[in-house]
């Protein structure tokens, strides 16, 4: 089958994101940097990805580590200076990797010089760069806010009024049905093109637009935020303005955080005749998995299917399974045990490097980096956990429950410093690092992967080469095979003549399955066991072997 879908290079390539403050500390200071990246070019190009996405690194308060902008021009200095991100971005550039920026505009900081003078008073020029409830027309009515328990509108005394926050209070929204706001981001994105950045990624975007009548929504509305709260029709006209100003003037793509409530708007965001962005995630499948019970295969299968197919003609989508928001890869998908960690995280990197779309890699998932055990809130230092627990405490809900959860799922997990030896701190930091390193560095870190070649690192490497090598991982058509099976996930990838099996067993023991598809082998692409048990149509897989098979 022959597949329609243009092609593009942010289609084609992997992307790798680097949470900035937890990669490589170069001063001693306790907290990652550009300098430290620096150090660490070779390391990203040996990995061959194409693609860097770094979370923001704009001067800022640090109430959300960064995605609380006091100004979109300056590098905050616990990351280093504009001349070393000048240097990192060459240094990408000479080794063929792409920059992917973190657009934080749906709200500023509360620190940003609009909202200091929008705040002080109802006169101020900046006054309509945000949302405004006038205390004279009484209290604004409810809206939850996804980061502070008491709700999103907070008060101001120096102009009596309430402003709007959909995240933390310090995260007051910027009024995008204002103009001037929009030209004012548009000329921010022009200023990071200019300085070499590819790409955008679209921090919260489908909140950008607000219903600027603040109505009362029905009771529980909040269990489906996105549909009131987001997504209203006039972001699309601002996301067609963007791409005039932004995207198609400087030949950049832009990727949204979200896709909307359903595949309609996943698909108004990004088709490619609309003209507005070039690529979404989604969250349904991070939906799953949130508590220590884990998912259902079948569902996750569904889940990835329902979205591929629905994008198979036209719009296109990345594919990631972990990130900052999250907790790690193998701890939520796979098995963090000993036994297993390797074996396992091999598997779902397999998985999100042979998907259709973009697949989006996050630091330390290439070693197979774990959870961390964090059982007690004082150990927390995330707005969005302690947010979390204060709601808990004032509806006295089931403490002891919650802190299990949270110590499961919280994304604080993924923030741990990366592991890049056996030395004190990892190798992340000379110096005290901002976050307790996983007590399991050593046994997990790129040191000791790189001259293993079983390693979950070198099998990284290798999935990311056979993509690169093969068009049919980006390109070809994905049919899901064996639909009902709970234990494999197997899938055809398949682009003109070129086909491939993808076989992937998410358990901790052997699975045997049968499929016509394993009469036609014409060989092993690639699998993290040695010997492939198979005849005459029937494979027997050991505990999460993944395995890709090239078809006849
Ligand atoms: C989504 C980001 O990924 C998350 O880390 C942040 O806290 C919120 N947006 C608010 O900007």
Redesign the pocket.
Known sequence: MKSEISRAWWKEGVLYQIYPQSFKDSDGDGFGDFQGVIQELDYLESLGISMVWM?PFFESPMV??G??VSDYRAINPRYGTMEDFDAMIAGMKKRGIKFVLDV?V??SSDQHKWFQSARSSRDSEYRDYYHWWPAEKGKPPHRHS??DPEGGWDYVEESDSYYLHT?AEA?PDLNWENPKLRQEVYDIMKFWAKKGVDGFRM??FQFASKDTTYPVFPEGHEKDFIKWYGMRPQLHDYLKEMYKEVMEPYNVFAVA?GAGSTLQDAHDLVDEARKELQTAYHFEYVDMSRTPEGYKLTDFKNVFTKWDEAFAEEGWLAVFLS???NARLVDRFGNPSPEFRRVSTQMLNTFLLSMRGTPYTYYGDELGMTNIDMPTIEEYVD??AIGKYKTVLAKNEDMDEFMKVLNYSS?ENARTPMQWDDTENAGFTTGTPWKKVNPNYKEINVASQDKNPNSVLNHFRNMVKLRNEHEVFVYGAYQLLDRENEETYAFLRTLDDKKVLVLLNFTNHDSALELPELKQINKTLISNYEDLNNANGKITLKPYQAVILSIN
Do not use: K, P, T
């Open positions: 979370n959300d580590n995605y609380d934080v749906n709200h996804l980061f995240f995260q921090d919260a955080e990130n900052h928001d707005i969005h994304r």
